[in-house]
């Protein structure tokens, strides 16, 4: 256990967690009340054998018994196990009946799985955002040999965090927009997949503040293992100065000055590293035979105009890209014509690219 | 029972032509049970290999946090295809094989009662399993979608590239082959028993048999069907289980485990068979509660088909639903536990003696009902909403299928080889495969239940730091339990060869003859066997219902 247990800085468990909420705290009870069942059936039936594999040798002279069955005590290890399944049963159908009553919510939020990063939207407000594994996380989970134990909460971290606030019954609705994802925190105590074209619900309400985290658990695609999830919970006098500031920030408009080429380059890799890496892979080879590699491309080395009449309409295979404003495209081609192994020599401003409308 | 068996020497003496063809020729066009017995054994070894060596690239790519050695696609075909390798290439035509050996010699029948089928499903096997094999080297690479092929994901022209009509016919193949070999048992264990031999004198290896090849005809055509909706919904414009088109993904699961969880119990029912034929050998006592094991295996195979969406807690069904499946999935615990009861009163009070096939098989219950515990916590669905698809899973059902389908298997190969072959393999080297394999399983598996309860999700090339330790251990045990495995084939080869040179007896295993039909035979094998059924079956097992 001495194997770098020192640098595993999160918190390192055996046992489930207990969570922060009421139902992940009956969760964690019923979890605990059958595995001592088991513990104490199994301290019964391997004891036995064991006394038997011990004692009833041949070599220490045993004979054997020739007995073959006896019908009292199959019927008595027949009720008794049904017994003892009667006596789960019953607290865990409470309890699934708790997990279920998602009525009398105080806030919805609506929770989008995509490839591979979180949609929320907050439908009692109007704030909505995009939350993706962090920088760090990605550039080291992508790169062989770099080191995880560099980064803080390595792949558990993202760049905008789901913020609730606490003791409020919060009602989570869930979908998908291209394959089936699965949103998990365990301090909550449950698990709830978003499935394409349908909508699943779920609840929650956290005793405590703090900060919760969790991944994607339903095989997504290449990037699955990295779609984590980060959940905030605040007082509510904190949470509403949340809301505020961040409906404030969501109106700013993008700022259309002028870049010097490092800061678009810079800008560039952001862009590229929380929408296209997924895919296009952080040196720009692509998959072969399944994802074209961006280096040497002929759309991406073309004319800007056309490579951005592209990325806004997307392909069958690629999603259109017009949720980007106009800065983030000149930084994200210009990022993506020099460098990747691509060397057009050109330098996008935000006022070339910007649409009329993408001052929104 | 003598004078079966001396009339059987002198009727295999008399008949050269009948025996084996020489050279590859008998191999391909065999249609004696032991040959083709003896294909879907080697086949399965050399697939739990290759399945093997996938499971070697995902440990040491989790052996260590971090990007090392694969890329997450190949990661996802390497678990996809290990699954698919180790389930339909490795453990069932194990089964399978056994069978082929086993059953004819088992009830006194010459031969399986459809031959030639019985040829032509062992290479239909073959075939699926190399044309699955094949999608490694295609463009795109194989399947990543998981084992379970859910959709969309594995309809996503960016996440499977030329792979999926391959692996759906590959499934079409496999399902025909798994198809025909059932039917040949049934018809076998119907219509070929020495006529001494009642259903409920057979033993329960035959059994369970039995039982598994009515689960096969009944879920592999839904397999099949569920592959081809796939196919129609990606080359035909269907949509099945697209929701644009009026479809639900969600279908598909249904119809998947419907198939899937009778095909978990194909995978262990036979496994049962094998321990309830080994433990009361070694034991020196007759089994204990024949005939209520007959019939657990029967509730087991029944509650089968009516439990699937336990593995859809997650998904999104109604409230109704979720009680249902978890009082249904309770359920099985009652059957299971019988067995584990029954083989533990078997052991009692007998006369042990520890030989390898003995050491497997007790490893067996033990380790199988760890298995149990953890899919009885699962069982429960409000818990099973934090153990859904983590590593506690991964543990679970790697416990009822390594260290219970896979070491029984061991055990029959040790159990069974010194009568097939005549020769005795080596103890000493068989103990030290077994003490191995059971210390690396359980390192291997064991920390599994920690990382899956700490929140680490299956199925990720990747992980948080405070994952790495366990994972660290669990890949060591890995390489350990893979490595030990070498120790088999040596076994197996040495054994064929010659193995430690002493001559077995007929009986191989001291009053085997007393609890089976085979060891009643002369050792080795005669290439034909019971061409005149024998006039009586040893029914120690059932003493006093008769």
């Known amino acids: ?360 | 029972m003598s004078a079966v068996v001396d009339e059987h020497d002198h009727h295999a003496d008399d008949h050269h032509d009948h025996g084996p063809a020489k050279g590859l020729l008998r191999w391909i066009t065999t249609t004696n049970h032991k040959d083709i017995g003896t294909m879907y054994l080697v086949f399965a070894l050399a697939m739990f290999f290759v399945g093997g060596a996938m499971a070697m690239v995902i440990r040491a790519e989790l052996f260590e946090p971090g990007l090392q050695f694969v890329d997450p696609a190949f990661f996802n075909s390497m678990t996809t295809m290990h699954a698919l390798v180790m389930v339909f290439g490795a453990v069932m035509p194990a089964f399978v094989g056994l069978a082929n050996w086993q059953i004819p010699l088992m009830i006194g029948a010459a031969d399986m009662a459809l031959p030639r089928m019985n040829n032509m499903s062992f290479w239909m096997l073959v075939a699926g399993v190399l044309l699955l094999a094949s999608t490694l080297f295609m463009e795109g690479g194989a399947p990543n979608g998981g084992w379970t092929l859910y959709p969309p994901l594995v309809l996503q022209p960016i996440t499977v590239g030329k792979a999926l009509p391959f692996a759906v016919f590959s499934v079409h193949l496999l399902g025909i082959s798994s198809i025909m070999g059932a039917i040949n048992i049934i018809a076998t264990i119907f219509n070929m028993r020495a006529p001494a031999m009642k259903m409920m004198d057979m033993p329960l290896f035959v059994w369970t048999w039995l039982i598994t090849a009515f689960l096969l005809i009944a879920v592999m055509p839904v397999f099949a069907g569920a592959v081809t909706m796939l196919l129609t919904d990606k080359f035909f414009h269907t949509s099945f289980f697209n929701a644009a088109g009026g479809g639900d993904p969600v279908l598909y699961q249904h119809i998947f485990w419907f198939f899937g969880h009778p095909e978990v119990y194909i995978m262990i029912l036979p496994t049962f068979g094998v321990a309830s034929t080994i433990i009361p050998v070694f034991a020196r006592k007759p089994l204990f509660g024949y005939a209520s094991m007959v019939w657990a295996t029967g509730s087991i195979a029944f509650l089968s088909f009516i439990v699937w969406a336990h593995h859809m807690f997650t998904v999104g069904m109604p409230i109704a639903g979720e009680l249902y499946f978890m009082y249904a999935t309770m359920i099985i615990a009652v059957p299971t536990g019988v067995k584990v009861f029954n083989w533990t009163a078997t052991m009692w009070k007998g006369a042990m003696t520890f030989e390898t096939p003995m050491l497997f098989s007790i490893a067996f219950v033990v380790l199988f009902t760890m298995g149990g515990f953890t899919g009885l916590m699962m069982s429960i669905a409000p818990v099973d909403f934090q153990y859904h698809d983590t590593y506690f899973i991964v543990a679970h059902f790697h416990y009822t299928l390594v260290p219970a389908s896979i070491f029984i298997l061991m055990a029959a190969g040790y159990f069974w080889l010194p009568k097939w072959t005549g020769h005795m393999y080596n103890e000493k080297i068989g103990q030290l495969h077994f003490w191995l394999s059971v210390i690396s399983v359980n390192v291997l598996f064991f920390p599994q239940h920690f990382l899956g309860l700490a929140g680490m999700p299956r199925r990720i090339p990747d992980y948080a730091i405070q994952f790495a330790d366990w994972n660290m251990i669990s890949s060591i045990g890995g390489f350990i339990f893979g490595a030990s495995q070498l120790l088999f084939l040596y076994i197996v080869v040495d054994t064929i060869r010659g193995g430690t040179g002493e001559k077995v007896s007929d009986e191989v295993w001291e009053d085997a003859g007393k609890h089976s039909l085979e060891w009643t035979l002369p050792s080795p094998l005669p290439y034909h066997t019971w061409t005149t059924p024998p006039v009586s079956a040893p029914t120690e097992h059932v003493l006093d219902s008769h």
Request: charged share 20%; hydrophobic share 40%.
């Open chain 1, 1 to 360: 256990m001495a194997l770098g247990l020192g640098a595993a800085q999160a918190d390192y468990t055996l046992n489930l967690m207990k969570g922060v909420t009421k139902v992940s705290n009956d969760i964690y009870d019923l979890h605990m009340l059958i595995l001592w069942i088991c513990v104490a059936i199994g301290i019964g039936v391997f004891g036995a054998m064991f006394y038997s594999i011990y004692h009833h040798r041949k070599s220490k002279g045993h004979v054997a018994a020739q007995f073959h069955e006896n019908t009292t005590v199959e019927i008595i290890w027949t009720i008794i196990p049904t017994l003892i399944l009667v006596g789960m049963a019953i607290p865990a159908t409470k309890t699934m009946l708790e997990l279920n009553d998602i009525e009398k919510s105080d806030m919805t939020i609506q929770v989008t799985g995509r490839q591979w990063y979180w949609d929320y939207k907050y439908l009692d407000s109007d704030i909505h955002f995009e939350s993706h594994l962090d920088e760090a996380s990605e550039r080291v989970h992508r790169t062989v040999g770099a080191d995880p134990r560099s980064v803080p909460h390595y792949l558990l971290n993202v760049d905008k965090p789901l913020v609730i606030p606490v003791k409020k019954k919060v009602r989570f609705v869930l979908t998908s927009a291209d394959v089936i994802h699965s949103w998990w925190v365990p301090d909550l105590g449950w698990k709830k997949d978003a499935n394409p074209g349908f909508i699943n619900e779920a609840w929650t309400s956290v005793d405590k503040a703090g900060t919760y985290r969790g991944q994607c658990t339903e095989l997504c695609g290449r990037d699955h293992g990295f779609m984590p999830i980060v959940v905030i919970a605040l007082e509510q006098p904190d949470y509403d100065a949340w809301v505020i500031k961040t409906l404030e920030q969501q109106k700013q408009k993008p700022d259309l000055s002028d870049q010097s080429s490092q800061q678009l380059m810079a800008h560039g890799e952001s862009v590229y590293l929380k929408n296209c890496v997924g895919c296009h892979q952080i040196n720009g080879a692509g998959v072969p035979g399944l994802i074209p590699a961006l280096t040497g491309s002929a759309i991406a080395t073309g004319k800007w105009e056309s490579l951005d009449g592209f990325l806004r309409a997307g392909t069958s295979k690629m999603p259109k890209f017009d949720k980007l404003n106009g800065k983030e495209f000149a930084e994200l081609m210009t990022y993506v014509r020099n460098n990747l192994g691509n060397k057009v020599g050109d330098e996008l401003q935000p006022k070339q690219t910007a649409l009329p409308d993408d001052d929104d």
